[in-house]
């Protein structure tokens, strides 16, 4: 290494060395350039990273861009149902080949000097080059793919983490649901004003949800507990839903939030409450092969850019997007049954409601926390336990994305 990245390196190894577990991050990790860069190259490159959902891409050749990373990527539908994923870079002198945010193509043509590429990435034609040249060493060059239940995963790394354990939980309790053959039908995209570690520590607690989150308070019945009777009753209520989830087919083992970068839980509503709604009544058909209304919440998150939640009629899913030290975008995605039509079984806007409400609430607390760890005044502060035993009302989410997050950026050092 060079002698700046020593440095940097040598600083990020004291930071850590610093932390105290179960205290917020020092300041630099929220503010530092240089420390920005690290991430992404040993988390958004390194790792697994949430694409989109195979509906936008149903056809053979349909694609869309991401850009992450300082990367653009091609997601494309190929032939036999396959996902690629390719950097949108001409193998001739590096000129972007797609320019198009989304579409359908026969193939990628680079505008600059016409080399012509397949949808399978490899090169279809390169004018005037020699006799020798051989067009098989100079395909798109690829990313690492891996769907599951229509989510799609890519990775930019030569060799990626094993992204198994997350698949098979993932699949074991959204399988039921058949989101790989839903559609989305609407969607929202945010700009926020905060690094993406904020985010993510945002929508990893509800510590802060019964003080700004109204319509997910009339929903949840987990978020405004305070007596240990209140609990009691509580754990009571999710034992006899976990019994009627059984008899559903559901899964009902939580894999909870931990230091291994992801989480499969469901949740229970209040008495009434069948979804995550305005009035807590399905506004869709039910998903998949549900058999009933009353299959609860099930949250999944997969770090460091997936969040999805599901309800019996719907799924709104999060992909977030680094894009710079003190922004984040996220596009939001919510999914019904395929078959369902529009202005007859449901309405995007009703839908969309609550979770367009909520996260205009989360941004806004997003955005104040980035103001405020900002400032030179900051300083750590320690994450809320919960109450009794009862993690889901502090923090742990948070302390664990914590813990995961150091260490990424110790591996793989060199």
Same mark, same amino acid.
């Given at each position: ?5 020593d ?6 190894d004291?930071l ?9 991050l020092?300041?630099a ?6 420390i920005?860069?690290?991430?992404l ?28 990373a ?11 149902e396959q ?7 001409c ?5 972007r080949v ?17 080399w012509?590429y ?6 279809q ?16 060059r690829?990313?690492?793919? !891996?769907? /599951? ?9 030569q +060799?990626p983490?094993?992204l198994? $354990?997350? &698949?098979?939980d993932i ?5 039921p ?10 969607t929202?995209?945010?700009d926020i ?10 929508f990893?607690?509800c510590y ?15 978020i405004?507990l305070?007596s ?5 009753e509580?754990?009571?209520?999710v ?8 008899k ?6 939580n ?10 839980? !469901?949740? /229970?509503?209040k008495e ?6 305005m +009035?807590g009544?399905?506004?869709? $058909?039910? &998903? ?5 209304t009353e299959?609860g919440?099930l949250?999944?998150s ?10 019996c009629?719907y799924?709104?899913?999060w992909?977030l ?11 939001a ?10 202005g ?7 839908v ?12 806004g607390?997003?955005e ?6 900002s400032?030179?005044?900051y300083q750590?502060?320690p994450y ?6 009862n993690?889901?009302l ?6 664990f994305f ?13």
């Open positions: 290494m060079n002698n700046r990245n440095r940097v390196e040598v600083r990020i004291d850590i060395a610093a932390h105290r577990p179960g205290w917020t020092e300041r990790f929220y503010n530092d350039p240089e920005y860069e690290v991430e190259e040993k988390i958004f490159v390194q790792g697994w990273l949430y694409a989109g959902h195979v509906s936008r891409i149903p056809g053979r050749g349909d694609f869309f861009l991401w850009e992450v300082g990367e653009s990527l091609i997601i494309v539908r190929g032939d036999n996902v690629h994923a390719f950097l949108n870079i193998r001739h002198r590096g000129t797609c320019q198009e945010p989304s579409g359908r193509a026969k193939s990628f043509v680079c505008s600059y000097h016409q012509t397949n949808i399978d990435g490899t090169l034609s390169a004018r005037l080059m020699p006799a020798d040249f051989d067009k098989s060493q100079f395909g798109l690829r990313a690492h793919v !891996r769907v /599951a239940e229509g989510l799609i995963f890519i990775s930019l790394a +060799d983490p094993d198994e $354990p997350a &698949l098979r699949k074991l309790h959204l399988e649901y058949e989101l790989a053959q839903a559609k989305i039908c609407h929202q995209e945010y004003k905060a690094n993406w570690k904020i985010v993510t520590e945002n990893r607690e802060h949800c019964a003080g700004n989150h109204p319509a997910l308070c009339r929903l949840m019945p987990h405004a305070t240990p009777k209140q609990i009691e509580f754990q009571r209520s034992a006899s839903a976990q019994t009627r989830w059984e559903m087919g559901l899964a009902t083992r894999v909870p939030m931990s230091a291994k970068g992801y989480h499969v839980m !469901r949740f /229970a509503f009434g409450i069948l979804t995550q709604t +009035d009544q399905p506004t869709a $058909p039910l &998903l998949g092969r549900l058999t009933g299959a919440q949250a999944v997969v770090s460091p850019n997936f969040w999805i939640e599901v309800s009629d799924a709104a899913s992909r997007t680094p894009d710079g030290l003190d922004r984040t975008k996220v596009r995605d919510w999914a019904v049954r395929s078959d369902a039509v529009q007859v079984d449901y309405d995007p806007d009703r969309s409601a609550f979770w367009r409400v909520t996260l205009g609430e989360d941004w607390l997003c104040k926390n980035q103001a405020g760890v400032c030179r005044g750590p502060g809320a336990p919960g109450v009794d035993g993690s889901t502090g923090e742990s989410g948070p302390q914590t813990e995961w997050y150091l260490r990424q950026l110790t591996r793989q050092r060199s």
